[in-house]
């Protein structure tokens, strides 16, 4: 991808090919950013993967805090419907979705794409906070309860700063689903306005019949860049917060 950003369209189809452009041309940045609106495309994309990312965290410990730490009869039954729907593709409830987000009158809006992340936020999200909240003491609780703090203040002031490793976790692997995420945007959005990076770069593909490749390329590397960075700076506690998950190989 790096090299043939780097290549004219006749060097890129050369036999035989060039690992190193022979010729480097910077010209397929410019052109291949300034063919379609890839500025709103990645303004959109923030946006969207933020939003989703501060629900899917938030809402995945919130259910997590609650099967670890409250029990009754149906515990066992919820947990195992809980881990059933990991198997789930998610192709088999996208029509049912759909069909309901229609209803709703939120098709062509990013409310189908939000509101999911605010409401449980993945089932092995989930399931990752529940195994470190089991992990943690309940001595803690007991603790925060004789000192008067109700479930939320131990959930918020406790609960949260101890599962660090894990927030960062399950933080890089929402935020790299959502930025790279293409088949849900492009089921909900219509408007050309409201395209995710992902979406974009197939409608560039499209939109101009003669495929470029050099500035598919260039487009495709700067808006893999952010995710790159992301994963890498926050490698350590993503690992991290795997392993103490008891998730490990």
Same mark, same amino acid.
């Given at each position: 991808m790096v090299s043939t950003s780097f290549k004219s369209m006749r060097e890129i189809f050369m036999v035989p090919p060039t690992l190193i452009p022979k010729?480097?041309?910077?010209?397929?940045?410019?052109?291949?950013?300034? #063919?379609?609106?890839? =500025?709103?495309?990645?303004?959109? =994309?923030? !946006? !969207? @993967?933020?939003?989703?990312?501060?629900?899917?965290?938030?809402?995945?410990?919130?259910?997590?805090?609650?099967? @670890?730490?409250?029990?009754?009869?149906?515990?066992?039954?919820? =947990? &195992? &419907?809980?881990?059933?729907?990991?198997? !789930?593709?998610?192709?088999?409830?996208? &029509?049912?979705?759909?069909?309901?987000?229609?209803? !709703?009158?939120? /098709?062509?809006? #990013?409310?189908?794409?939000?509101?999911?992340?605010?409401?449980?936020?993945?089932?092995?999200? /989930?399931?990752?906070?529940?195994?470190?909240?089991?992990?943690?003491?309940?001595?803690?609780?007991?603790? @925060?309860?004789?000192?008067?703090?109700?479930?939320?203040?131990?959930? =918020?002031?406790?609960?949260?700063?101890? &599962?660090?490793?894990?927030?960062?976790?399950v933080t890089v692997m929402s935020l790299v689903y959502h930025w790279n995420d293409f088949f849900t945007p492009l089921i909900y959005l219509s408007t050309t306005s409201k395209y995710t990076i992902a979406v974009g770069l197939q409608f560039f593909q499209s939109a101009y019949g003669n495929i470029q490749i050099g500035q598919m390329m260039a487009v495709s590397l700067v808006t893999l860049l952010p995710v790159l960075v992301t994963f890498f700076t926050f490698q350590r506690y993503f690992i991290q917060g795997i392993k103490m998950s008891g998730l490990k190989s």
């Open positions: 010729r480097p041309i910077l010209d397929n940045y410019p052109k291949g950013w300034g #063919y379609s609106d890839f =500025t709103t495309y990645t303004k959109n =994309t923030v !946006l !969207l @993967a933020a939003t989703a990312t501060i629900g899917t965290v938030f809402s995945s410990a919130f259910v997590g805090y609650g099967f @670890a730490r409250f029990k009754s009869r149906l515990s066992g039954l919820l =947990t &195992v &419907v809980l881990l059933g729907t990991i198997m !789930l593709p998610s192709q088999v409830t996208i &029509v049912p979705q759909y069909i309901l987000f229609h209803r !709703l009158g939120m /098709i062509d809006t #990013y409310w189908p794409i939000i509101i999911p992340a605010w409401l449980g936020g993945g089932a092995f999200n /989930i399931f990752l906070f529940i195994q470190f909240f089991r992990t943690i003491p309940r001595e803690l609780d007991e603790a @925060a309860e004789i000192d008067g703090a109700s479930s939320l203040q131990i959930f =918020t002031r406790i609960m949260l700063p101890t &599962v660090k490793p894990v927030i960062l976790a």
